[in-house]
């Protein structure tokens, strides 16, 4: 028994050690002048020489297109989050043939690849001005809705509907009881909606890429694309770049490690 | 309980608009699209029949790109469901380092697939060859510069991706089984094998149903990670499907022809995912 654990343990540290080589590789070669990067990407840097990231910093213009991530990120949680929950409340609670409709246009959309409709999507938007901040936000709620909805329909089941009579009898109107009763007990499924929702949102490149595409508006992904074409040969600084827009998901994945692996496992046995 | 038609519509609309807007319109103007010549510059568009669709099917490198990617589905579908099973069993033994290789194992997945891809260039690319060097193993040149290495490239990538995620709804299956069954099978005197073949993976189908299904459509629809590490390179030898779309619109600015490329897209994915998840729940065991 012994013996087996000791393989098991020395397997898992193979396996893991592995995994983490690119992020080794990567980080230690960012620290590197252009000529040592040259002459070898396996040894570790001389020194701890900063210049790389401070010039990406500076042409990634790094304050600002985190900001714009930030910004589009946070928006789009919190509205999918809102609508998706009253949306998802109301159609779960409705039982009339018009909700079923309305559900299974959501769960059906799923199948549609973001290809098939990006086209015409950029055209209508662009005629209804919309391929700005605020229209990418509006896009994210419209692309978020069935993944959100379905959740937490799964999740409103559960809940006794004799809670929402209750209410009502004390006198709520539904949006006091959606807001007073309702949104409080779907905490739990707010942070799975919520956390799936932020990985792809932080890290989408296509939809902002052909959306948003003036340099004022630029996202993490979309900026790091530019950045990269103009520094192929230069290695160093694209690692830099590249590290610098890692950097803010694992920070966040060691605080909320826990709540997204818990949606990872929630979304995929609700789906 | 009776809420008015006014609450209803009320609570569905901001979700539905963007939606309607988002999704259907452009759903159903896509569909209209590929039977037209949108170029994407001139204002009226006409109507063309199944020119578009004719093109497409005389268009060697679209074929090119629809195998690339079929067998790059296959491929990575079953390699990282392999990857993320064994991942998954590992980690739900016992033993002291099993929740930091949780930890590292689904790292991978939080970084966007366009950030991935070019760290993997620079993997394949330069660490590659300085591997090769120190070690002689000569396969390990000229990584990404021809079909082959870039498939396996991207094979490797996708793996390195996804199958900390796989682990984990692999991990949630796992658990779902009643230790009671592994006890019994284990006074029973089944091997381990036996427990596996017999108890562990009819009782896992539900994950595996979930894990088929998101390797499947991933793979078919990939496009960040295709771009960032090849960009379908050398000679458009490593081109998927959702980059020659992408091509086929701003590049050539064959608009219409490329929706209709799309909408064959949606139909091979609609298609292979209903399919594979009606056979997968067919054979589920019921607890």
């Known amino acids: ?271 | 309980m009776k809420r008015s038609k006014l609450a209803f519509y009320g609570f569905i609309a901001p979700c539905f608009i963007a939606f309607t807007f988002t999704v259907i319109i452009p759903f159903i103007m896509g569909i209209y699209y590929s039977f037209t010549d949108w170029n994407g510059i001139k204002s009226n568009i006409s109507f063309i029949g199944l020119e578009n669709y004719k093109a497409i099917f005389t268009d060697a490198l679209f074929k090119d790109s629809f195998l690339f990617t079929a067998v790059f589905t296959i491929a990575s579908v079953i390699i990282i469901n392999l990857v993320g099973f064994g991942l998954a069993i590992l980690v739900t033994r016992k033993f002291r380092l099993q929740n930091v290789l949780r930890t590292v194992f689904f790292m991978p997945n939080l970084i966007g697939g366009l950030i991935l891809g070019f760290i993997w260039q620079f993997i394949f690319v330069k660490a590659f060859a300085s591997i090769g060097e120190a070690t002689g193993a000569t396969w390990l040149y000229g990584w990404l510069t021809n079909r082959e290495t870039g498939f396996w490239g991207l094979v490797i990538l996708m793996t390195w991706q996804m199958a900390g995620y796989l682990m984990i709804i692999y991990i949630a299956a796992l658990q779902n089984i009643p230790k009671s069954l592994i006890e019994a099978s284990q006074i029973d005197g089944a091997s381990g094998l036996a427990r596996l073949r017999h108890i562990i993976l009819p009782l896992i189908r539900p994950g595996f149903t979930v894990c088929l299904f998101l390797t499947l459509s991933n793979s078919f629809k990939l496009y960040d990670q295709n771009l960032s590490l090849t960009a379908g390179g050398p000679q458009n030898k490593t081109q998927m499907l959702a980059l020659n779309i992408y091509n086929t619109a701003f590049k050539f600015n064959n608009m219409g022809e490329a929706q209709a490329k799309a909408i064959i897209l949606f139909v091979v994915v609609a298609c292979f995912s209903l399919i594979q998840v009606y056979l997968s729940k067919k054979g589920e065991v019921e607890m």
């Not at chain 1, 779960?92 to 409709?101: D, S």
């Not at chain 1, 290809?115 to 994210?140: K, T």
Request: proline residues 4%.
């Open chain 1, 1 to 271: 028994m012994r013996l087996k654990k000791v393989i098991i343990t020395f397997i898992g540290i193979i396996i893991g050690l592995l995994f983490l080589s690119p992020f080794y590789i990567i980080l230690t070669n960012s620290f590197k002048t252009k000529k040592q990067l040259f002459m070898s990407t396996l040894s570790l840097p001389k020194e701890f020489n900063f210049d790389n990231y401070i010039q990406a910093w500076e042409d990634l213009e790094f304050l600002h297109v985190f900001r714009n991530s930030l910004t589009i990120t946070v928006i789009g949680i919190v509205v999918i989050v809102v609508f998706a929950s009253m949306a998802a409340w109301m159609i779960q609670r409705t039982n009339n043939k018009m909700a079923n409709i309305i559900l299974y246009a959501f769960i059906a959309a799923m199948l549609i690849p973001f290809q098939a409709v990006m086209l015409p999507l950029v055209r209508f938007m662009g005629n209804l001005n919309l391929l700005n901040i605020p229209g990418i936000i509006f896009m994210y709620l419209g692309f978020g809705s069935s993944l959100s909805i379905f959740l937490y329909h799964g999740f409103i089941k559960s809940i006794p509907r004799s809670l929402d009579e209750a209410a009502t009898i004390d006198g709520c109107n539904s949006i006091q009881t959606y807001i007073h009763v309702i949104f409080p007990i779907l905490k739990p499924i707010s942070i799975t909606v919520a956390m799936l929702n932020m990985v792809w949102i932080w890290n989408d490149y296509l939809l902002p890429s052909l959306t948003i595409n003036t340099e004022k508006t630029h996202t993490i992904p979309l900026r790091i694309f530019y950045f990269f074409g103009e520094y192929t040969k230069q290695w160093h600084l694209a690692l830099a770049g590249l590290t610098l827009g890692i950097i803010p998901v694992i920070i966040l994945y060691f605080f909320a490690q826990k709540h997204i692996v818990e949606s990872v496992t929630a979304g995929s046995i609700k789906s």
